[in-house]
């Protein structure tokens, strides 16, 4: 493998990584828009998506992408249950909010222990077993699998851009993120809107999960490290900016791939820490954030 | 007035007396329970002292932990006695929060929150990183313990429980009056103002970024003792003690508790320490029950557990009057 | 008005310390009446991110007792005594695990405490030391001189992972250059001191490293440098199980066509089905299948394995790790102890496990050690397999000898743990 191809196979690993990274963050960041809760469950939700396909592909032999489906349709679902029941009582209560996320937290985890057995990570056999070989070039590859998330990113992020640039109900979400008071004047339901969001949100965190599942180590405790890079993110992006999660989503992960990559993982988290705190020194409230919270 | 005040007074003395007797009826683990719990206390009320600005941060574990390292590391390599070096780990601390506060406090909200974090956990990461002098990942060991040595006169060995329960409890007292005094002087009367009314503070001439410092270092001055507290005790630190786990617990406390009043971040840790250990049975089942506490508490007392008497007044209040109201209609 | 409304809530919700506190006593544990019964202390994670080391092991040591019990308990002075496991969860905290230790000590009154290791026996090391407990560690490198009952008696981690290196150097020639990759931790560092050490002697030179952090997600720019290194042979060292598998992943997605050796490949046939038969021919590491045939004959001892791991992993499918019978190896070896001490009191039984020779080890004759290392012999250290994976079945090709390794080249390994700063006394 020359030093270009390196490159190349680098690139190509950052763009899989970034796909994945905006597609989770966005879930985040637009809860904490709609609703102002940071919800630390997020990664749990993610964890949820990635069982449950494990159980209905590997361990019942449900076709892959029927499991795919299921399993985002289970996030929404226990999205909406999270909205209804937990978050909103806590409108307006920030910190309410993230205590009731925590215990969600702990309680999804533990759910997938009690269910499923704490041992080693949940295996799940590739559905797809080849490579692309990109370019033709021997030496870069890039499995199907990877080009999957990639994909379903891609479609689940477009479709969200388009549902809040062409349609009525995302101009009203766009509307509540800015500015909830006025939103409500104009006869716009908060509650009707805070539910959408958090059903999308957490479809795209369980779709994230489904189809990272054959990729990644299936743990109850998976979310975590996800949840951090999100936040990371987030913050770099400026709260509450789907715009800006994105832009940040490429950089933090182009960022994190080439220093894995050339330097060492370990060292690519503690640099990423502080080239976001001094960013944060420069930029206090983020790339596109103007609204300071609380 | 008179006779409440001397209901308070009874009461302390009351609940002076039972703690006083506690390491006598007690079991040995249970001793250590209360200790970590002494200092989990001062370690939420120095957490609810920076809160009370209107900035929650993630760092105050890290600190905690910048005094346990500090003063770990005086007597480890030093010839100075655990009584000197644990405030002087205090001073680590504080010291280590004032330079943390000019990035920090350039942000605000959730930013000064995820900021927080990562100036702590990169702090965090440099024990983890740099094995002398920090001892990496495995941290630290036989690290001395306090010591009462007055020669044939009197020789305490402050390691052993009972003891060190003592020197906790009479630490923990007090650091909580001078908390509350903190609180209740004019400096606290600034740290609420500068939360409520952020502007209003400002145009009366009041720089909310400096109180805001003041309460940031003063907390990390009461956190680091209590790092070194730890320290001491258990003769051991690691890394591990300090992460986002036991930092969101501390955040756990405070709000379960209630943020509110000085009593609630106390409260908070007390009775979650209780459930928590009172569960263990449930072994990996334990977290669950845990969170459904959360969720319960947070959901039928927003102002956290400290506000459960007024809303079990407000509902006997309310089944009386709804009594009174009825009984006319009866006769 | 409202202070005193506050103060008043306080001394309420403080006065409830002291009902709390007795209610914790009363958690009921289970005794069995008119029975004589031996406790033992297991005080590891159950909860959290180290769950995954901690409790499939004490699964694996409740299916021990049973296995004990089954056959009338263990012997001791004539009579038979039931075994009962009490269980603490440490949370991988040093802080519950000060705890705990004390609980179950001076609570449970148990006779034999087992650990995973790292920061919790840091933290109560001097704790039992003074209360003269026997404490077991998955962890050799936590040993030392100033703690006599801490014993490393089924788990020798790292120094085992020289055999298949050695095995390397004398039966492939061709192999000149090697890559590690592997998790920043002491179990990832310690490990790659040893692989360092290892290669070393075998004449394998080392060309590229790459250590990474809990929170990587993506394996794949992991491993695209180390193969863009073109080695000979790649070791993940002891990288977790998990990352184990996807690490061996991501080198057949993106056509690496050298050798893999490393310490564990727990659960193959799942990385077998990622990849493939021809890919995986040839992989080494050094933990064969329980149920292994060498693993029932006279050399080795462990009673029962082949029932333990049936028995294992038809109650916890799926949940099959090597600390699910390490923990529980531990007190195979404490068993025969008590029967040569004639008691449970642990000072004795420590003198008694010292005092065996050869020590009894899960994969057969071992000899204590560790003076070299840690200024006290408290490692039961003798022969470790080296497995191979021959046609999609784990083999083991040889039996090495981890001690005449030492013995030969242990000042290698000083000198690599001293440059990764790895603890040792020496």
Partial sequence: MTDLELILQTIINSLIFSSFNALFAVGLVLIFGIMQVVNFAHGAIYMVGAFSTWYLYSENGVPFFVAIILSTLLCAALGLFMERVLFRPMRGNLFGGLIVSVGMLFILEVLSVYLFGQGLMKNITPYFRESWHVFGIESITVAHSRLLVFAVATFILGGFWLFMTRTRLGWAMKACAQNPEAAALQGISIGKISMLAMVISAAMAGAGGAVMAPLVRITPHMGSPVLITAFIIMIVGGMGSIEGALIAAFAYSFFHTFVTTYIGGEIATILGLVLMLMFLIVKPTGLMGERESV | MFSRAGRNSAGIAVLLAVVCILPFIVRPYQLDFLIFMFINIILVVSYRLIAITGEFSLSHAVIMGVGGYASALLTLHLPISAWISMPLGGVAAALIAYILSFPLFRMKGFYFLIGSFAAAEAIRLCWVQFINPFGGYRGLRQIPVLEIDLGDFLYIDLGAPVPYYFFALIVGLIFLVIMYRIEHSRFGFVFHAVHHKDMLAQSVGVNARRYRT???????????????????????????????????????????????????PILGVVVLSIIDESIRGLNELRPAFYGLILIITMLFLPDGLVSLPDKVMQGVNWLRKREDGDAPNRE | MKSNMTRRNFLAGTGGVAAGITALGATPSKVFAGENTVKIGFLAALTGDAAGWGLPGLYGVEIWAEQVNAAGGIEMGGDKYRVEIISYDDEFDAIKATVGAKKLIFEDEVSIVLMLGITPVQAVKDFMTRNKMIVTTLVPTDISADAPYLFALSEVHPFYNVTAVDWIGRNMP??????????????????????????????????????????????????????????????????????????????YLQGYKGTIVNCTLDQYEHILGKTSKDFMEGFLWQFPDLDDPIMQGGDTHFDNAAAFYKTYSERYPGAWTAVSWEYAASLEMWKTAVGKAGTFDPPTVSDALRGLSPVP???????????????????????????????????????????????KHGDVLIKHFKALGVPTSA
Avoid: C
Wanted: glycine share 10%.
């Fill in chain 3, 361 to 407: 080890h899960a994969f057969g004759d071992a000899e204590w050690w560790g003076e070299s290392f840690f200024g006290i012999n408290s490692a039961a250290l003798g022969k470790w397999p080296v497995v191979q994976m021959q046609n999609g079945k784990a083999v083991i090709v040889e039996m090495g000898d981890v001690r005449a390794w030492m013995d």
């Fill in chain 2, 214 to 264: 003041i309460a940031f270092v003063t907390g990390g001055f009461f956190a680091g003792i209590a790092g070194a507290m730890v320290a001491h005790y258990i003769t051991a630190i690691n890394p591990g003690l300090f992460g986002l786990k036991q930092m969101l617990f501390i955040l756990v406390w405070v709000l379960v508790g209630g943020l509110g009043s000085f009593a609630g």
């Fill in chain 3, 174 to 251: 061709n192999i000149k250059t090697a890559a590690i990759a592997t998790q920043n931790d002491e179990l990832g560092l310690s490990s790659q001191a040893t692989y360092r050490a290892a290669f070393e002697v075998a004449g394998i030179e080392v060309i590229e490293e790459n250590l990474f952090g809990f929170e990587v997600t993506d394996f794949a720019p992991v491993v695209s440098k180390l193969i863009a290194a073109n080695p000979d042979v790649i070791t993940w060292d002891t990288a977790y199980p998990d990352y184990v598998n996807l690490l061996t992943e991501q080198a």
